[in-house]
């Protein structure tokens, strides 16, 4: 027995259930929906759908409880062993793409500098692909830990990511669009910051008035999130500044 699974899986059980009920679903349905499942499972999208669904109402969560920057969705693509880079993410050697700079500092909760703090910086290629994941792209494009220096100060250069699709042939796309939603989330920048003996960050950021910025469709976007559009010497900005908190001791 696990108090904290009966609890929670009991709850999720009961919730189903009374939907079963309430909307009178007929056996037929019934075996659709397991049906989906199964394909589900078999295209590999288990985790992308729960993301798509619910992994903003674990943020919020989060997000209401932390002293520390707004978190934000990790998403299905985080790959732990991505390169430490000097300077610049490795892109396609021909990628002409809009540049962009990624630059700020981290702090701690006590507005210290947070020196010699990890990011790891992560987003989609020109065309909205992940490294690692699609088409068989290189796992080092696209990704890297950048060190914060001892002023906590850090800065990367890139290229602009782009809106990403949610396969739209796989069956998470295609429940998404019976339902009524596109399939699209607004370009975004992933950020997952560490420093030993801090509570890790992760988070993702968004462009101003970018398309799809007003209608994520995994509803990630938090107005916290949203970097005002900025340019210099021909590249795009986004300035961040990250704080990471210390654990709470009574959690
Ligand atoms: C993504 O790129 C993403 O960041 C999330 C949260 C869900 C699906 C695709
Ligand atoms: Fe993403």
Redesign the pocket.
Known sequence: MNERVKQVASALVDAIQKTLTEQRVTEEEWRAGVGYMMKLAEAKEMD?LL??FF?HTIVDLKAQATRGSTPG?????FLEGAPVVAGALKTYEDDSHHPLVIRGAVRTDDGAPAAGAVIDVWH?TPDGK?SGFHDQIPTDLYRGKVVADAQGKYAVRTTMPAP?Q?PNKGPTGVLLEMMGSHTW?PA?V?FKVRKDGFVPLTT?YYFEGGDWVDSDC?K?VAPDLVVPAKTEGGAQVMAIDFVIERPREHA
């Open positions: 992308l993301d798509v992994n969705m990790q998403g299905p693509y989609s992940y990403y949610i989330r975004h992933h993702q995994c990630g």
